[in-house]
Structure formats: structure tokens, C-alpha cells
């Protein structure tokens, strides 16, 4: 008499749940990496765009200084004293730099003292700032005094041991010829 097989054996069972297991951790292992890469992806992009607001605010006041303090600007920092309103106000210098801890920040002093002192990138934000190159470009003014020309400057921020640049340029108006 002729047997007919109506299920399967265990053995066949064995193995298709092995092979479908196998299959379903290799698609998780796939799934997670793509999160993974998306989640450090995202963090980098995150990071790139605060330190290009950071920059951008930076470089405004560079472009709307009265002037740039040559005594406090070199390559780890720039001066920037905003303008006056009327020769009887306050004057406001703005110093922005790079401190020991990895943190950019902006010193606030009026006449001279420091009043106030803010970070601006990489304090408590899971950033740090890796470096700061300032460079200077001199000439003279309208006037013929000397006076910074050109302000460029390059930040480089580290996220999650991935490493990103931004950098820009500015020229503070008030040296222009119009």
C-alpha cells in the first residue's frame, strides 16, 4: 500500500523555523543599522545648522561694526565694537571665542567691563566646538586709517565623534566706499 504524506516532519519544521529565523534577525540587523545611520545623520545635520546660525550671527555684527577691536581678534576670537547712536552712549564691544572648555561664546562689555558672557555652541547642547580659525585682512579706511578689511572664519564642530565645518566671510560696512 501506497503512503501519502498529508504534513510535515518535524525535522522539515526545524529547519524552516531556523532559516526564518535567521531571516528575520538579518532584516532587524538591516532595520537598526538604517536607524542608527539615520539618528547620526540627523544629529550631524542638526549640528551643521546650529553652528551656521552661530556663524551667521557672528558675521552680521562683523558686517554692521563700527569696528573690529584689532587688539582682541586673532585666530581664536574677533572684537567687535557695535555703533553708537550719539557719542554720550554707551560703547558696546562684543568679543566672540573659543574658551578651554570646547565652547563658543560671545563676551559682552560696555565700557570695557565685562558685563555678561553667553554660549552660543557647545555647552549642555551635546556639541562641541573643535576649532576656531579667525583671519584678518587689513587696509585702510575712507578716512586712510588702518582699520580689519575682511573677517573670515571657519568653526569646526564635533557631534557624536563626527566632525563638521562651516565658514564665511564679512567685511564690515562702515570700511566700504559707497
Not at 551667521?56 to 572684537?79: E, F, K, M, N, P
Not at 552660543?120 to 578689511?149: A, E
Request: charged share 20%.
Amino acid at each position: 500500500m501506497k503512503r501519502t504524506r498529508s504534513a510535515f516532519t518535524l525535522v522539515e519544521v526545524l529547519i524552516a523555523l531556523t532559516l526564518l529565523a535567521i531571516i528575520m534577525l538579518s532584516i532587524g540587523a538591516a532595520v537598526n543599522a538604517a536607524v542608527d545611520s539615520y539618528q547620526s545623520n540627523d544629529a550631524l545635520a542638526a549640528a551643521t545648522n546650529s553652528a551656521r546660525a552661530v556663524l551667521q550671527r557672528v558675521l552680521t555684527d562683523v558686517r554692521q561694526a563700527a569696528a573690529i577691536d584689532q587688539h582682541l581678534t586673532d585666530s581664536t576670537g574677533v572684537g567687535i565694537y557695535l555703533p553708537r547712536a550719539s557719542a554720550s552712549d554707551d560703547q558696546i564691544e562684543l568679543y566672540y571665542h573659543l574658551d578651554d572648555a570646547g565652547v563658543f561664546r560671545m563676551d559682552r562689555y560696555v565700557n570695557g567691563t565685562l558685563q555678561a558672557s553667553y554660549p552660543l555652541l557647545g555647552d549642555g547642547d551635546g556639541l562641541s566646538v573643535s576649532t576656531l580659525s579667525v583671519t584678518t585682512s587689513t587696509g585702510t579706511d575712507w578716512k586712510g586709517l588702518n582699520c580689519v578689511k575682511c573677517v573670515d572664519m571657519r568653526l569646526g564642530v564635533d557631534c557624536s565623534g563626527h566632525e563638521t565645518f562651516v565658514s564665511g566671510s564679512a567685511y564690515p560696512r562702515r570700511n566700504l566706499i559707497f
